[in-house]
């Protein structure tokens, strides 16, 4: 049941507040904001670092259409920043938002590590970051050998040996790109066989460089100042062994960036924020897009597309001022604990009782379907095997459950 929710902002008439304010200039919040933008609405992009998200740091883009000999991440980033702001779009960098809050008149206050901006609609596009192993050495050599970017750091293991954690599309693109400057790379994997795709796979296992060490987990990045080297446990003989590495990189999976939004918006069990198909937020007013989102596919191609839709939708609401309740689509889509969230969301933000009537009833009735399914054992196996980047299964990381440190890759 949909529930229409008038609010009281002067339509048009916003002189201190922007139309839309989007948090994150990676390829989800550029492609908003070139929209938002060239519908002639007043757009302010917040960026904590500098724009361009994830694909800054990646060396080569493959997949995505339109450069059939793969662009640089770090120009087509640059593309998309300029091609936002040549519409009008206003982008502050190294602004970091801690809170959003919305306001009794409908319209929200964004704040920052620098002011607070009032924005009528607000697109959600935050991402996410590398997740930590937790191992001992991880945290310590930071700078010294341990890295999540080989883009960024790759060059400074000039002939020297490095290691790589992780069997998924990043670990195995990122230790294929490693190859170009390091003599040997080992690719730690969990597993006896990949994740990644297809192509990846048969690229690295033809590289005389890559050394697969196969059914095996970090267990401690070894070194004095600088790393020289990683101990590894094979999980299946559980014997440990040291690889000579200087340089570690993992690539296990990753995390939402939304723990500003906890409890204004409802998020699912790992953090990732639910939406309905039109990119709607159980907050009226308020749209999400890309890889901070509950979707199931972490690719610039998706970024893009969820980022376009968010801004369409903003804009309609922009111009009619209504929404119909989506605390109750977010909770369909999430499962009876997540339902919980949508269901808190829904109260705090709307008040009409429809609205938790609905998200109620919608509870209930993932509570029927999960019971349903309950003892199914090799599901939630499944679940702690979290997807290679490219793959369309489960889409976000669950915890991981094991104290191996391993997670997705
Ligand atoms: C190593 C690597 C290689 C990849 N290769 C490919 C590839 O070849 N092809 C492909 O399609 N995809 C690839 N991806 C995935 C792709 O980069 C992501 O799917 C895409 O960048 C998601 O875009 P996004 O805008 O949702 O999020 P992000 O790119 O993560 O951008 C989010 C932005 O929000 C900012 N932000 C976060 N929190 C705040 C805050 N509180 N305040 C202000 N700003 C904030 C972040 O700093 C970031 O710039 C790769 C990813 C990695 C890590």
């Known amino acids: ?148 970017c080989a883009t960024c750091d790759g060059a400074l293991y000039k002939g020297r040996q490095v290691a790589v954690v992780g069997g998924g599309d990043s670990a195995v693109e990122e230790g294929m790109f490693l190859t170009k400057f390091a003599d040997k790379v080992y690719l730690v994997h969990r597993r006896d066989e990949l994740r990644a795709a297809a192509i990846a796979q048969e690229r690295a296992f033809a590289n005389p460089k890559m050394e697969f060490v196969w059914d095996s987990v970090p267990r401690r990045v070894e070194g004095d100042q600088l790393v020289s080297g990683l101990e590894v446990q094979n999980v299946k003989t559980k014997e440990l062994r040291s690889l000579p590495v200087n340089g570690v990189f993992f690539y296990i999976g990753q995390v939402p960036l939304t723990s500003f939004l906890q409890g204004v918006i409802a998020l699912d069990g790992s953090g990732y924020i639910l939406t309905d198909e039109l990119m709607r937020t159980s907050q009226c007013g ?89 003892g199914d054992g090799a599901a939630q196996g499944d679940a702690a095997d979290t997807p290679a980047r490219e793959e369309t299964a489960d889409a976000p990381a669950p915890v991981e459950p094991d104290p191996a440190p391993s997670s997705k890759d």
């Not at 960026?47 to 990646?58: K, V």
């Not at 839709?309 to 309740?325: K, T």
């Not at 977010?330 to 609905?358: F, K, R, W």
């Open 286 to 374: 308020v749209y999400a897009a890309g890889d901070a989102r509950a979707n199931p596919l972490k690719q610039i191609a998706m970024a893009v597309g969820e980022g376009s839709l968010a801004a369409v939708q903003a804009q309609r609401y922009l111009d009619e001022l209504e929404c119909p309740s989506s605390g109750p689509a977010v909770a369909q889509a999430a499962g009876v604990a997540h339902a919980e969230a949508a269901l808190q969301a829904a109260g705090a933000t709307q008040s009409d009782g429809a609205a938790q009537e609905d998200a109620a009833a919608q509870k209930n009735a993932v509570a029927q379907r999960d019971g349903a399914a309950q």
């Open 1 to 148: 049941m949909g529930l229409d929710i008038r609010i009281n902002l002067p339509k048009g008439q916003s002189t201190e507040a922007y139309d839309v304010v989007i948090v994150g200039a990676g390829p989800a919040g550029l492609t908003a904001a070139l929209y938002c933008a060239r519908g002639r609405r007043s757009t302010l992009v917040l960026e904590r670092n500098m724009a361009g998200g994830q694909i800054a740091l990646t060396e080569l883009v493959e997949n995505y259409p339109g450069f059939p000999e793969g662009i640089s991440g770090f120009d087509l980033s640059d593309r998309m920043k300029r091609q936002a702001a040549q519409f009008g779009a206003e982008l502050r960098e190294i602004t970091t938002v801690s809170s959003l809050t919305p306001d009794p008149d409908g319209s929200f206050t964004i704040t920052t590590d620098q002011e607070k901006i009032r924005a009528r609609t607000v697109i959600l596009s935050p991402g996410v970051e590398a997740k930590r192993m937790g191992i001992p050495g991880e945290a310590e050599f930071v700078g010294r050998g341990v890295s999540w």
